[in-house]
Nanobody, 113 residues
Framework: QMQLVESGGGLVQPGGSLLLSCAAS????????MGWYRQDQGKERNLVAI???????DYAHSVKGRFTISRDNIQRTVSLQMGSLQPGDTAVYYC???????WGQGTQVTVSS
């Protein structure tokens, strides 16, 4: 069964950038639609960005133009480049395999001065 491990979270000032990475182990990654979700304390977990196995991409309206999702099927990774970060982007970010319904453990992103 696939397992997902996120990395790259941390504390960043408003206007800054962060790169999140998600490494997949197990088979099936190249066939999977992958996504990044985020959840702030006391709020619902929401989709941030999604990339299909063929590379079709979509973003939540709130991050469009600031975040970029990408995948490497050879390395079995999916990344989220985040720019122009705002305090409202503070959340735990989760990597998710939508095809096989697998979640990573999450990585905290805090945007604060």
């Amino acid at each position: 069964q696939m397992q997902l491990v996120e990395s790259g979270g941390g504390l960043v000032q408003p206007g800054g950038s962060l790169l999140l990475s998600c490494a997949a182990s197990g088979s099936g990654f190249s066939r999977a639609t992958m996504g990044w979700y985020r959840q702030d304390q006391g709020k619902e977990r929401n989709l941030v960005a999604i990339i299909s196995r063929s590379g079709t991409i979509d973003y939540a309206h709130s991050v469009k133009g600031r975040f970029t999702i990408s995948r490497d099927n050879i390395q079995r990774t999916v990344s989220l480049q985040m720019g122009s970060l705002q305090p409202g982007d503070t959340a735990v970010y989760y990597c998710h395999d939508l095809t096989f319904n697998v979640w990573g453990q999450g990585t905290q992103v805090t945007v604060s001065s």
